[in-house]
C-alpha cells in the first residue's frame, strides 16, 4: 500500500512515539476494504507501539480506529484516508502515541477541561483540501481529552448517508447527532463554539496587547509577505486574521510560483505560516476586522469587540468568490450551491451539475468535474468564453460538457431541501429556459473583502478596491495596503506577495520618517 520512501520517513516519525496505539480494522472483501487493511498493515509493522487488530462491530465498513491503549481515545477512520487526509492519519497515530501537538497551551487547557461526551462525525472528500485541517484539529481533541470520538467519513464512499443526512459540501461537521458545521473552521473556531465565553476571554486578552509597530490585518500571501519584512526589520508586528491563509487555503493545485514547478494551497500556506512564525510574529486568527480610526494610534476595532492598537497598518485583507446575487442562491449555499469542485465535487458523482462563469476557473471547474459528474453544463453571460484557448479547447473535446453562451442565470431552484435545477434568460432571444441540476458551482470572480472600510477614510475604488500609490500607501497617514484587496491590476499569489514586501517597506519608512517629526517638533 505504501512505497519504500514513504515507510521510510513514517518509521522516522513513529521512533517519537512514547505510548502503545492498537488499530482496530473493521472490513469485508471489498476492494476499499483490502486497501484500508493493506494500509493497517504497513503501519503496524513501522513500529513496536503500533498493534492491529480486526473487529466485526465497526458502525461502517471500512473503518479504522485509531485508539490509545493507555490513554483510552479513539479517532475513527471511515474509508481509506490517503489523499489529503494522510496527514491527518499520521497526526493522529502521532498524538495518539504522545507525541506532542502544536496547538496553544491555551487551547489544549480548554480541550483537558471539557468534561461531558462529544462525539464528532466530520463528512469529508478526499479531494477536498480544506477538510484535513477539520478533520485535524477535531482528531487532536479527541487525542488530548478521551471523552471526545471523533469519526472522519469519505462521503464519496458511504453516498447513502450523505444523502440521508442531506450533504451537499464538505467539510460537513455532526457533533452528537446535529450538524455542528459546515466548511472551514479552525480548532479555535471549534472551541469557541462549545465555550460561549471563550470568545469573551479572547477579546479581553487582545485588549491588553501592547502598541504594534506594523499591524497586518489579513493572514493570506500578502498578509504573510508584510509580517516578514516588518518583523525582519525588528519591529514590534502582529497579523490578526480571519484564517491564516486566506483564499490559497481553498487552492488546489498552484504551477505559476516561480521556482516552484508545483504546490498545493493548503502545503504553501502551511509554509508560509511556518515562515512567519520563525520571526515570532503575533499571529492573532479567528479574528475579523469591523472598523479602523486613527488617532494618537491607528486602532482597529475587531467584530469581537476587542481593540488593537498600532503605530502603521497594512490591509491584506484579500477577495472571496463573487455571489450570483439571485433568487435562491443564499437559501441552497451548502445545499448544493458551491464554490468549490475539488472539494465538494465528488459529492455529485453520477449526477448533472452546472458550473456558472467561462474564465479559467469556470472551464477548470468544468473540465474536472466532467470526471465525476453525468454532466456539466457551463454558463457564460457575455457571448465569448474568457478562459485560455487550450482549457476552451479540452472542455469543448469532452462528450459531457455542454457550454451555453449568452446565458443570464435568473434563478436557483430546490424543493425546500437541495438544488434541482436553476433558470436562465438567453440574452439574445429573451428567451427563459429552466436545467433539472443536483448542483450549481459558482466560478464568476472575486469580490474584495472591504466593506468594513467603506465608512473609513480609506478611500477605495467603485469597485471597493483599497487605493494605493507605488509603496502600498493608502488615502490615510501610516496604513497601507496589497493583495487582492488593492488597485493591483493582477490577482495573483506571486504579485500579492511582492505587494506585502512593498507594503511593509512603506510602512517602516514610514515609522522612520514619523520617528523623525516627532523629534523635531520636540
Known sequence: MLDNQIKTQLQSHFSSLQRPIELVITVDDSKKSQELK?????????????????????????????????????????????????????????????????????????????????????????????????????????????????????GALFQEEVESRNIMAVPTVYLNGEQFSQGAVSLSDILLKLDSKAGEKQAA???????????????????????????????????VAERFGGQVADTLGIENFISVQKTEGPKLVAQLEEHVNQYGVDVMKNQRAAAINKGETIDITLESGAVLRAKSLVLATGARWRSMNV?????????????????????????????????????????????????????????????????IKKAKSLDNVTIIKNAQTT???GDGNKVTGLNYTDRVSGGSHSLPLAGIFVQIGLVPNTEWLKSSEVALSRFGEIEIDSKGATSLAGVY???????????????????????SLGAFDYLIRLGQDDEQAA
Open 38 to 154: 493493506g494500509l493497517a498493515q504497513d503501519l503496524a509493522s513501522l513500529s513496536d507501539k503500533i498493534t492491529l487488530s480486526e473487529s466485526s462491530e465497526g458502525e461502517r465498513i471500512p473503518q479504522m480506529v485509531v485508539r490509545g491503549v493507555e490513554t483510552k481515545s479513539e479517532i475513527t477512520f471511515a474509508g481509506v484516508p490517503m489523499g489529503h487526509e494522510f496527514t491527518s492519519l499520521v497526526l493522529a497515530l502521532l498524538h495518539s502515541g504522545g507525541h506532542a501537538t502544536k496547538a496553544s497551551a491555551d487551547d489544549l487547557e480548554l480541550i483537558r477541561n471539557i468534561d461531558n461526551a462529544l462525539n464528532f462525525e466530520v463528512y469529508i472528500s478526499l479531494s477536498c483540501q480544506t477538510c484535513p485541517q477539520v478533520v485535524q484539529a477535531l482528531n487532536l481533541m479527541a487525542a488530548v481529552n478521551p471523552i471526545i470520538t471523533t469519526t472522519m467519513i469519505d
Open 327 to 391: 433568487p435562491g442562491e443564499t437559501e441552497y449555499k451548502g445545499r448544493g450551491v458551491a464554490y468549490c469542485p475539488h472539494c465538494d465535487g465528488p459529492l455529485f458523482k453520477g449526477k448533472p451539475v452546472a458550473v456558472i462563469g467561462g474564465g479559467n476557473s469556470g472551464i477548470e471547474a468544468a473540465i474536472d468535474l466532467a470526471n465525476i459528474v453525468e454532466h456539466v453544463t457551463v454558463l457564460e453571460f457575455a457571448d465569448t468564453l474568457r478562459a485560455d484557448e487550450v482549457l
Open 481 to 503: 495596503a496589497a493583495g487582492d484587496a488593492t488597485t493591483t491590476p493582477f490577482k495573483q499569489i506571486i504579485i500579492a506577495m511582492g505587494g506585502g514586501a512593498t507594503a
Open 205 to 239: 486578552l487582545l485588549n491588553e496587547k501592547d502598541v504594534f509597530d506594523v499591524l497586518v490585518v489579513g493572514g493570506g500571501p500578502a498578509g504573510a509577505s508584510a509580517a516578514i519584512y516588518a518583523a525582519r526589520k525588528g519591529l514590534n508586528t502582529g497579523v
Open 411 to 413: 434563478e436557483v431552484v
